[in-house]
């Protein structure tokens, strides 16, 4: 709705004739953006978390591996740019439309012998994020694998191991808000860190070993504590 330069869009004629101007688009979009988190800063941390989870709960690396789902994503996708910016796309894939949907239809028909063997490695979720009810949050459900990471996330803050790890993982928090406070739920703005959630899964096995080592530890206590002192008979014998 926001990139809709359209007359007749659904912000009407004013937004779209104020978008066309890229300079006093970014300085009114400042400063509303400025007041907002001034006025609101709690609700705008919880937007940024929000998109955060949004960013990371959209994985689609199986559907790229697919060299027909891939290109029919890069038709759909750049429909709207073929039509508004011909010249730009025309440079990103030095050629005209009518040799790109030649090529679509071309590389659609293609097979990679290797991908039904890659696509369950694909399927890496910690997230799961569906579109809310207009005016509502979206559906955020997390999977195994990010309860996980979520737990070794906590292990993390505890006091005996805030200090030994936090010049690995608080940098990257520190990024993933930073970019996202500015940027949009863009999936690839997590390409740079997204191991981080591996390690994260790794302080979580690691608590939950540990809490079954003393959790054992304690058991063998209790049960050796428990056991009836010998007789002065059989101590003798």
Known sequence: MLIND????PLGPAYAKLLSNRKRFAQVAQTLARQAVLAHPFQYFGMVCKKIIVAAA?????????PAE????QSEDGEIHWSRRPKEMQMVYEMDRSAFDTLVVERATHTVWYA???KPFTRVNWLQAHRGEIGHPPRIHIQTMGWLAL?????ALLPGRFARTSFLWLPLLL???IVYAIGDTVTRYLVPIEWILFIFMGFGLDTI???LALAWRRMRFSSVGAAPAPSPVEVVS
């Open 6 to 9: 359209d007359a007749d869009g």
């Open 58 to 66: 959209d994985r689609h690396a199986e559907q790229r591996i697919d």
């Open 70 to 73: 891939f290109w029919s994503d």
């Open 116 to 118: 039904k063997y890659l």
């Open 151 to 155: 737990l070794g996330l906590i292990s």
């Open 175 to 177: 990024y993933l808000f």
């Open 209 to 211: 070993l540990d809490g």
